[in-house]
């Protein structure tokens, strides 16, 4: 009997700690919320035994359930209404993918999807991105290519200027299909630690500090982004979804996936996809008409697709 009441005072624990995401906590948070429901299995055994408890116990890992673990959502969505490979006309289709450590043959995934928008983060060198360009767009091709970013688009770009780091962001306005410009921001935030060794103390520090860098470096893109422009952020954010930093990105931005995601949308590892760190938001002048996610041929992350059109449309 006590050991049931543990499993629901636990379950209300980890409830609270993914809903409000608290540093100190980050070292918990970091884990795929679906990796926590092991931990009701034991408590099963019980339910038969112990009506008022049990119920209780399961309706506490439902409702963690419910709000925190997405994969169900976005799998039974992809059964109900399978992915459109090709993009919906005339939504524009963006893409966003880690390169892996700049390998040049991670390009060659992007070309069956006629991406309108690509955002890259440890892109190959200069000129692999600009053959893809040319291949992709012809003469109506842009980019902008940074030290550990890229953008490219079927349309016209121009920097923006900025005085902060030029190491984890790319930064620029786009006029795509002849529309109204939109601010585009590739990122790769600041890779995390894989101590997952929650005994330890200083992981619970490590995480903590963590989770501080990166809120500092997305506080830094969200101030040099106007609040009423239209927006996409994309990129490697280094942080699970529903993480706290994303708050940041402000009440007029959306999550592509958790807004319109078809099956499996986790990207990293590539080979055994556990968390979704590979991201796309819009401003909420954009519909998302559907997003997923596609196992790349040589990066150990996945990429991710986002249909999206214009609002007005």
Known sequence: MIFLWGEILFAWLLFAAYRFRPDFLAAVTVLPAWIWLAAALPGIWFLRRRRLAGGLFALSWLLFAACHVEEPRSLVRGWISPV?????????????????????????DLKPLRPDVIFLQE??????????????????????YDLDTAILVRGTLEEVGRNGSRMFYSHAVAVLQGGDPVHLVSLRLATGHVQVNIGNLDCWD????????????????????????????????NAPQGDKIFSLLGPRMSD???????????????????LRIDQIWVSDDFAVLQAFARASSVSDHRLVVADVTRQSQ
């Open 84 to 108: 459109e490979e090709s993009s919906f006309a005339p939504a524009l289709r963006l893409v966003t993918l880690n390169c892996g450590g700049g390998q040049a043959a991670a390009l060659a």
């Open 123 to 144: 892109p190959p060198p200069r000129l692999d991105v600009e053959d893809l360009v040319r291949d992709l767009y012809g003469s109506e091709g842009d980019f902008l």
């Open 206 to 237: 490590t995480h903590r500090r963590h989770r501080r860098r990166q809120m500092a470096q997305l506080r830094e893109i969200a101030a040099a982004l106007p609040p009423d422009a239209s927006q996409m952020v994309a990129g490697d954010f």
């Open 256 to 274: 592509a996936f958790a807004a319109a995601g078809k099956g499996l949308g986790n990207t990293i590892l590539n080979d055994r996809p556990v």
